[in-house]
């Protein structure tokens, strides 16, 4: 079965920085897609990033372009969010899911793992 934990949530202020990590194991990692989605309270759960299989296509939501980037270490089973510039918008609790497409993933529908969330606060 596979296992999502994902770390580096956390408080910080406007303008800042943190790093999302998301360890997977239970199968071969680099058979799945990735991707990075965030629910804030009162709100649907959407997709912030996306990657494939071997970390060479990748796919961003427009609110978060330019500021967020997503990656993927297949030697460490682990995929990564770099987010820079943060805005109390991006307050969330954000989740790492795995899709058994091998390709960049845009429904969560077609996500077939999720991990548990970690809690990301940007004040202002």
């Known amino acids: 079965q596979v296992q999502l934990v994902e770390s580096g949530g956390g408080l910080v202020q406007a303008g800042g920085s943190l790093k999302l990590s998301c360890v997977f194991s239970?199968?071969?990692?680099?058979?799945?897609?990735m991707g990075w989605f965030r629910q804030a309270p009162g709100k649907e759960r959407d997709l912030v990033a996306a990657?494939?299989?071997?970390?060479?296509?990748?796919y961003y939501a427009d609110s978060v372009k330019g500021r967020f980037t997503i990656s993927r270490d297949n030697a460490k089973n682990t995929v990564y969010m770099q987010m820079n510039s943060l805005k109390p918008e991006d307050t969330a609790i954000y989740y790492c899911?795995?899709?058994?497409?091998?390709?960049?993933?845009?429904?969560?529908?077609?996500?077939?793992?999720w991990g548990q969330g970690t809690q990301v606060t940007v004040s202002s």
């Open positions: 990657i494939n299989w071997s970390g060479g296509d990748t």
């Open positions: 899911a795995a899709t058994e497409y091998t390709i960049v993933t845009l429904m969560a529908g077609s996500y077939n793992y």
């Open positions: 239970g199968r071969t990692f680099s058979n799945y897609g």
